[in-house]
T-cell receptor, first 114, second 110 residues
Framework: SAVISQKPSRDICQRGTSLTIQCQVD?????MFWYRQQPGQSLTLIAT?????????ESGFVIDKFPISRPNLTFSTLTVSNMSPEDSSIYLC???????????FGPGTRLTVT | GNSVTQMEGPVTLSEEAFLTINCTYT??????LFWYVQYPGEGLQLLLK?????DKGSNKGFEATYRKETTSFHLEKGSVQVSDSAVYFC?????????FGQGTRLTINP
């Protein structure tokens, strides 16, 4: 299995500012993933973060808006830049568990942009 | 591309009723399939999985069978409890990425 923690758990931010979300996994993993869950909606993959290389973004998401760092095999950050109210969502990170075929999720960061 | 379609919610049932939440998928090849559950105020948890055709995943009284011929992975439980109230997501895996259905909100009344 994998235990994943995120910081902060929630935040209220003003329009035009940026927020960096941290994700920590309790074991070394090759790939980490960032998802967005808009209010009342399903989860949408933002990007895949591999250690030592640029993140791979899904259609509709760009690096300038959602820069990602992956400095080592247990940690990643997602920044939500130049925020607008439309960015109000829950942001979740995830990773596949070691030796399992199960993807584990962090508790999420609930972001509200005013 | 890959996609998952779930029955629309919300679904409201009485305690001890039989539950079915439909899930169908479109994918190239034979993806692994998952059901995740999100309890009120909590994070996303894996409920069960199936990695190949005809596999049955089960956990906490819930079951789902991977049906290749109908491209389906319906979630069932014989007798639901109030504590099963949550949002349920069907998902498939392709190239190590998960694609989620829209989620089904389930409410169980005592």
């Amino acid at each position: 299995s994998a235990v994943i923690s995120q910081k902060p758990s929630r935040d209220i931010c003003q329009r035009g500012t940026s927020l960096t979300i941290q994700c920590q996994v309790d074991s070394q993993v090759t790939m980490m993933f960032w998802y967005r869950q808009q209010p009342g909606q399903s989860l949408t993959l933002i990007a895949t973060a591999n250690q030592g290389s640029e993140a791979t973004y899904e259609s509709g998401f760009v690096i300038d808006k959602f820069p990602i760092s992956r400095p080592n095999l247990t940690f990643s950050t997602l920044t939500v830049s130049n925020m607008s109210p439309e960015d109000s969502s829950i942001y979740l990170c995830s990773a596949w568990g070691q030796g399992t075929y199960e993807q584990y999720f962090g508790p999420g960061t609930r972001l509200t942009v005013t | 591309g890959n996609s998952v379609t779930q029955m629309e919610g919300p679904v409201t049932l009485s305690e001890e009723a039989f539950l079915t939440i439909n899930c169908t998928y479109t994918a190239t090849g034979y993806p692994s399939l998952f059901w995740y559950v999100q309890y009120p105020g909590e994070g996303l948890q894996l409920l069960l999985k199936a990695t190949k055709a005809d596999d049955k995943g089960s956990n906490k009284g819930f079951e789902a069978t991977y049906r290749k011929e109908t491209t389906s992975f319906h979630l069932e439980k014989g007798s639901v409890q109030v504590s099963d109230s949550a949002v349920y997501f069907c998902a498939l895996e392709g190239a190590q990425k998960l694609v989620f259905g829209q989620g089904t909100r389930l409410t169980i009344n005592p």
